[in-house]
């Protein structure tokens, strides 16, 4: 399990930078050292363990890239037409027989290992047969259409660095080298749980003044596609002794303990006392809205981050927090989003010394791309998420925004995949 020291996320100012709690986390905290072998089926979203070096060169060997003649360059005439005689045929799959003489030439196809001697091929359709004599223009370059062994990668070079969240044609370069499973980190444990008298569970009739519960959905959702394994606790009820519980037990079998809402400190928010009794909590004010109150500690080792209860403010705190944590503790070699550069088509103010997201949409304006604001953006305002597709992100220093500004836009796709 993560074993987290009590003041990996101890910071002292007002209010946290974004980048600075990114950089906290990947100074802070140590990768989980637990690695496991998983079949190349099951390989893709797992973070690669160790280097991996490719135990033979890909290509193996020199091979055609085309369907044609393989010659040897020095047959060819500098100007003119060069007449070969033709001499054995090679498919992909199947070894040369011989090895090419002066002024002969191998008809070969895509993928089959060049003959001794050939080092350039023709494709088929420049060229002409006369009996078993193929006619071949001037001009070719020497080694054209010839795939060079290894000009993939060469043997015990790195093929995937460690710490890579693996994608598909990561495991097609494994399965390439002819490996069926790989090192991985195992995946990062989660305990998730909602508290609240006011949050009802799905299926169940909705009390006078209660909310049926979406956040925990939200984040297990999130977390499913940061790759982590998540525990479903449910709903607590506003009980100290019964959170209290619910945290020490699931400290000791888990990375983190994940919760929205109820870390404030009125008289019903009961999880800062819950947490303070088997561990440290550190209250993190990021400069960000949505989602300036969030609460990270640590309990018996595993790290505890409570986000903001208003859903989109619990979105964008698990995108700046929750997120890093997962790809810190699973070693994963984390590479900021690149944004989209677009025009701003709204009038907007903002705060000075707080990044701020926006929801938004990407159009196809007169003059480029244009970013346009949702009208209705409140915290609480699930919908703002569904009919938007990204966020149109100010930076600390912006004050307002005028139409046609430039604006950066990270699409919704990007943040959460």
């Known amino acids: ?72 360059h020095a047959d060819v005439a500098p100007s003119g037409e060069a007449r070969l005689r033709v001499r054995g045929r090679i498919a992909a799959g199947h070894a040369a027989s011989h090895a090419l003489g002066e002024g002969e030439a191998a008809r070969i196809f895509t993928g089959a290992p060049m003959p001794q001697g050939a080092d350039t091929v023709y494709m088929q359709e420049d060229c002409k047969l006369d009996g078993e004599i193929v006619i071949v223009p001037e001009g070719l370059k020497l080694g054209a259409n010839r795939r ?33 499973q790989l090192s991985v980190r195992r995946r990062v444990r989660v305990a998730l749980f909602s508290t609240g008298d006011e949050i009802a569970a799905q299926g169940e009739p909705l009390p006078p003044a209660a909310l049926y519960d979406s956040n925990r959905f939200l984040l297990m ?98 995108i700046n927090v929750v997120r890093p944590l997962i790809f810190s503790l699973s070693g994963m070699t984390i590479e900021p989003p690149t944004p989209i550069s677009a025009r701003a088509n709204f009038h907007h103010k903002k705060k000075k010394d707080r ?42 220093d912006t004050l307002t925004v005028q139409p046609g500004d430039e604006v950066q836009f990270l699409p919704y796709d990007v943040l959460l995949n």
Not at 155 to 178: E, F, T
Not at 373 to 382: H, S, T, Y
């Open 148 to 180: 060079l062994a290894g000009e993939d990668i060469a043997k015990g070079n790195i093929a995937i660095s460690a710490g890579r969240r693996l994608q598909p044609a990561d495991v097609a370069l494994a399965a390439a080298l002819g490996l069926s």
């Open 221 to 318: 959702s999130l977390l499913a596609r940061a790759g982590a394994q998540t525990t479903d606790l449910g709903i607590l009820k506003d009980d100290k002794a019964t959170i209290a519980k619910a945290i020490e037990v699931a400290s000791k079998t888990h990375d983190i303990v994940l919760t929205s809402g109820g870390v404030s400190t009125g008289d019903e928010d009961h999880v800062k006392s819950a947490v303070e009794s088997f561990g440290r909590l550190v209250f993190w004010r990021l400069a960000i809205k949505p989602g300036r109150p969030v609460a990270m500690g640590v309990v018996n080792g595993a790290a505890f981050v409570g986000v903001p209860g208003n859903p989109v403010a619990a979105l964008v705190t698990f």
């Open 1 to 72: 399990m993560a074993q987290l020291s009590d003041d990996c996320f101890a910071f002292g100012g007002a209010l946290l930078p974004v980048d600075q709690a990114a950089q906290m986390m990947a100074q802070q905290v140590k990768p989980i050292g637990e690695t496991e072998m998983v079949s190349l089926i099951d390989a893709d979203g797992r973070v690669l363990a160790a280097d991996l070096f490719a135990p033979i060169p890909l290509p193996p060997f020199d091979n055609s890239a085309v369907d044609g003649y393989a010659v040897r």
């Open 355 to 396: 990044r701020e997201y926006l929801r938004g949409t990407l159009r196809q304006g007169p003059n480029g791309l244009e970013a346009e604001k949702q009208a209705v953006d409140g915290a609480g305002i699930l919908t703002s998420v569904t009919q938007s597709t990204g966020f149109i992100v100010l930076a600390e």
